[in-house]
């Protein structure tokens, strides 16, 4: 078997080598995704699954911060939610931008002071009790983004192997039947030439034909 062949075997459909084969890089895509989401799919060659994706995840988390207005994300205060907080990371940038709106460090994006979230009279207000059910739901609703992100970038970085994939095995066994065809081709000659006489060479001559072969028999005589 030859180097050629030995190469082709066996075919293999592999998502991820088909992304590299179009030159995209499997854990770019998955840390694209992650960090901003839907983004790792349009790096990866599928942009309407990314639209999708983007719109999906950025559409619930943005409903969650806005239920809560903006106290679904917090890490300080009596609001912490640790355990939250881990699956809220996994939407990312917009995690990233919510903690820093928390903490007040985004000026302009907070509607109550930094000082004031973190004393205990804002907690205790009846304004933030009337609420406390929307920050829940809020609180949930980017969670289940945060986690529904790290799903879709785990399938970015794996590859989807549909159409991309199936397209590199079809050419890979087109390619093979291409290459039988050239060894039939160039098989067919040299079984001609072989069962061919060598030139030159003297012509086989007719076997004589037996004695009295070809003539018509002898009338039997009368008794």
């Known amino acids: 078997m030859s180097g050629s062949e030995a190469k082709d075997e066996p075919l293999v459909l592999d998502a991820q080598q088909a992304m590299r084969d179009r030159g995209r890089i ?21 942009p309407k699954k990314g639209l999708v994706s983007m719109v999906l995840v950025l559409g619930m988390y943005l409903l969650g911060l806005g239920l809560s207005r903006g106290d679904a994300v917090a890490l300080h205060g009596d609001l912490a939610h640790p355990i939250a907080f881990v699956a809220q990371v996994g939407a990312g940038l917009p995690t990233g931008l919510a903690y820093l709106r928390s903490r007040g460090k985004l000026p302009g994006f907070r509607d109550v002071p930094a000082e004031d979230v973190e004393s205990e009279e804002y907690f205790q207000s009846e304004e933030f009790i009337s609420r406390l059910p929307a920050v829940q739901t809020g609180l949930l609703f980017t969670m289940i983004a945060g986690l529904l992100n790290l799903l879709l970038a785990y399938d970015a970085f794996r590859g989807s192997p549909g159409a991309v994939a199936r397209h590199l095995e079809e050419a890979r066994l087109e390619l093979r039947v291409q290459r039988l065809r050239e060894e039939l081709a160039n098989l067919a000659p040299a079984e001609a030439a072989s069962e061919s006489p060598p030139e030159g060479a003297p012509a086989e001559e007719a076997a004589p034909s037996p004695a009295g072969a070809g003539e018509p028999p002898a009338p039997e005589e009368a008794p």
């Open 26 to 46: 499997p854990e770019v895509a998955g840390a694209l995704g992650w960090l901003v989401p839907g983004l790792g799919h349009v790096y990866g060659g599928f």
